[in-house]
């Protein structure tokens, strides 16, 4: 049964919306909005007067986004702008060889294709590995891997499918090859728990503007210590030096720690509101709300497999999925049926031929149970035409 947590108590949503799109943007909880109004009023009246206090803030927000990806030092933890920035912060930071292969698969987000589909033209080889080839899609990225695979790149959660990757695994057998395992975490981060330590992760990206419950433009990029130095730098500027606010001296060498990914000046708006939104997630904690999403991700398969003329995309089963449900008409109009649910308040979104569902942890079930009753009317509609 879903967690009883009442929306009233974190988020202002209009009455009529059901939002079930927390796998793209998020709404701001009560406290995000606060925290960026009062940012903003106070830049207002007094600027930077008070901008020890914005560091503060900033050094807060680091802190809980160590925890919240378990690295073993703040000093692993860079501020960037996005997953794609952190992505091609590796892509074209590492030092690539004549027969270098990377190994991504065809479900994955541009965001994590494109970055490495770039290094073609400087002679790597990216192995697009079909998941479905399998029964167990870590089987099928294992089988691809060779003495020349200097790196997988993966999504913990698949965008289109919900696919829930086994990191464990995974990071077992990059360990096992000498491969860096670089993992795109935005669509399980701030929705369940994380441990970097505990699945070998060398690289961990994600935005904070969709389970996070943050604001875009502010990214978490998590760089394992023992292989900084092998990223290689293509941004520069006044803030990714090690003695940073010395601006009167003329040699420079990059930050021992992650800030050297920070060539400037950082988001201060984004990073007080992502620092809000991340004190509700502690406050509630990681557990809790994982059992939460699980259970909104539960009712929602088990409902849409009981309709006649639906094909759930999302794998059911448990550990093979986590916040995104995505299902399709069989033989209906899966794009009228996402005209209907929007503009019935149904925040959601078309993805891989069909509908994505991403309730997050407030979601309740009576919220659930309006979507689906939409989609019962209109496949009922349907089938008396």
Known sequence: MVATMRISDDFELNDDIVYLN??????????????????????????????????????????????????????????????????????????????????????????????????????????????????????????????????????????????????????????QNGTLFCVDAIQSLGALPFDAQDVNADFVVADGHKWMLGPEGIAVFYCKAEVRDRVGLHQFGWHMVQHRGDYDRSDWTPARDAKRFECGSPNMLGIHGLDASLSLLEEIGLERIERAVLANSRHLLDSLSNLSGVQCITPSAPGRHAGIVTFRLRDGDNGGLHRELMSNGVVCAARYGGIRLSPHYYVNTHQLDRALDLVRDYLGRGSRQ
């Open 22 to 175: 927390h796998a793209a943007v998020a709404p701001w909880p009560r406290r995000t909005r606060d925290a960026v109004c009062r940012f903003a009023e106070q830049n207002m009246r007094t600027g930077a007067r008070f901008y020890g206090d914005w560091l503060e803030t900033e050094t807060r927000l680091r802190q809980r986004l160590q925890r919240l990806v378990n690295a073993p030092n703040v000093d692993d933890i860079a501020l960037l702008k996005n997953t794609s920035e952190g992505l091609s912060v590796v892509a074209h930071g590492l030092e690539w060889r004549p027969g270098d292969n990377v190994v991504i698969n065809d479900q994955e987000f541009p965001s994590n294709r494109i970055p490495w589909q770039s290094l073609r033209s400087r002679g790597v080889e990216v192995r697009d590995i079909s998941l479905s080839a399998q029964s167990e899609p870590e089987s099928a990225l294992a089988e691809a891997m060779d003495g020349n695979t200097r790196l997988l790149s993966i999504s913990s959660v698949q965008y289109g499918t919900g696919l829930r990757m086994d990191l464990r695994r995974l990071g077992e057998v990059c360990r």
